[in-house]
C-alpha cells in the first residue's frame, strides 16, 4: 500500500479565489493588521502569518517594496529580513517551543514561489516527527547537478 499523507487544507487554498494584485502590498496598506494576518511591520518589512502553512507558526517576512529578486534588496531590506527571521524564531522558541525550523525563500514559479514577483522569506518551525516532504516520502533527495559543477 502506498503511503499517504492528508493535508485537507490545502483544498481550501486551491479552491479560494486569488485576490488582486500583491498579497504582501495589500497587507503592507492594510490599516487591519488582524485581517490581513500581519504580526510585525518595520520601516523594511512586514511580517505575516501563512494563511495556509505547512505547520503551526508558519510566519512569512516580505520587504515593504514589492521587489521579487535577492540582488535588487537594499542593504536595509535585506538585513532586516534575516533579523526578522532571527527574531521571530526567538518569539517561536517562547510561543511554540519547536525543535527547529526551515527558513527560505522560493524564488521563481518554478522554484515553488507562490507570489512571484515579490520576495519573501518562509520560517516555517519544525518538530522531530512532522513531515519533510521527500525524503520522509520516499527517503529520496533530488539533486540535479553536482556539486562540481554547482561550484563552477
Not at 501563512?50 to 535585506?78: F, K, Q
Not at 518562509?122 to 520516499?138: A, E, Y
Request: with cysteine.
Amino acid at each position: 500500500m502506498t503511503p499517504r499523507v492528508w493535508a485537507p487544507w490545502r483544498r481550501r487554498y486551491l479552491l479560494a479565489p486569488k485576490g488582486r494584485g500583491c498579497l504582501f502590498c495589500r497587507a503592507r496598506r492594510a490599516r487591519d493588521d488582524r485581517r490581513h494576518w500581519v504580526v510585525h511591520r518595520t520601516r523594511h518589512a512586514v511580517v505575516m502569518l501563512n494563511l495556509y502553512p505547512y505547520t503551526n507558526g508558519h510566519v512569512l517576512i516580505a520587504p515593504n517594496r514589492h521587489v521579487g529578486r535577492l540582488d535588487r534588496l537594499t542593504d536595509g531590506e535585506r538585513v532586516a529580513l534575516w533579523q526578522l527571521a532571527g527574531e521571530f524564531t526567538r518569539r517561536l522558541d517562547r510561543a511554540l517551543a519547536p525543535h527547529g525550523y526551515n527558513i527560505g525563500a522560493n524564488l521563481g514559479r518554478a522554484a515553488g514561489a507562490g507570489v512571484v514577483g515579490h520576495l519573501h522569506l518562509h520560517v516555517v518551525p519544525r518538530w522531530i516527527g512532522d513531515t519533510n516532504f521527500m525524503p520522509v516520502l520516499s527517503d529520496t533527495r533530488v539533486i540535479s547537478d553536482s556539486l562540481d559543477a554547482v561550484y563552477h
